[in-house]
């Protein structure tokens, strides 16, 4: 069910605003869903490869609808887990693109590297939620966040639309994975899944409220439930 349900989530993300190509527009952030996360305890090394679907929303409130797909490698692990909850940090982003199709063909890439200070973390189901401020801990959710360093973009097929860079090419990363409820620490364990999505923003100060997620995922509730 909880499988169900995030899946669903992700398709609300991925289909959200118009499907049309826009002019001259600038692009603020980006969604990507059904990115393969793996992770290799032994070699302390996170792997996002492939994609299904992305939105890529625009300062004018518009989106551009595309295929994507995702590289993204880390490494130097630090297992910060505790009391049956992982947790864990990685000191190098190696390097990571991300390749876009759209609906008419048209082509893009991002591509950068780590900023060389913060790296990435990941923690296993610790956001707040809605409901009076309490913490969710959710076995098998993980949530992790990091700074990027862009190097190189170019959307001007997607209409002349075009990369917002606010500040130097740095950019914000957030990530939510569903792994298996037993991944216990990042020392010992390794995962794989396909339920993975990734949020790009242009400003890497943007940190993505934990009550935007749980908005969502009441949507997705809500249309599952008129659905029935």
């Known amino acids: 069910m909880k499988k169900a349900l995030f899946v669903l989530g992700l ?77 864990a940090s990685f000191t190098q982003v190696l390097d990571w693109q991300m390749n876009f199709t759209g609906l008419g063909e048209e082509t893009g890439y991002i591509q950068g590297n780590g900023d060389g200070s913060d790296g990435y973390s990941e923690i296993e189901g610790l956001e707040d939620t809605l409901f009076g401020g309490m913490i969710a801990q959710s076995a098998g959710h993980l949530y992790g966040a990091a700074i990027l360093n862009v190097t190189e973009s170019d959307f001007s097929q997607f209409g002349g639309a075009h990369w917002e860079d606010v500040s130097g090419g740095l950019a914000k990363l957030k990530s939510e994975t569903l792994v298996d409820a037993a991944f216990g620490d990042y020392d010992t364990d390794s995962y794989t899944s396909s339920l993975s999505a990734l949020w790009l923003y242009a400003d890497e100060t943007t940190i993505p409220e934990p009550a935007t997620m749980a908005l969502l995922g009441l949507g997705a509730l809500l249309l599952r439930k008129r659905r029935a």
């Open 11 to 87: 398709v609300c993300v991925v289909s959200a605003g118009s499907y049309g190509i826009i002019t001259d527009v600038v692009i603020s952030d980006l969604q990507v869903g059904g990115a393969t996360a793996d992770y290799d305890h032994v070699l302390g090394k996170l792997e996002w490869t492939g994609g299904a679907s992305a939105t890529l929303n625009t300062t004018d409130g518009d989106s551009i609808q595309t295929d994507v797909v995702v590289s993204v490698n880390f490494a130097g692990v630090v297992d910060d887990s505790a009391g049956g909850w992982a947790k």
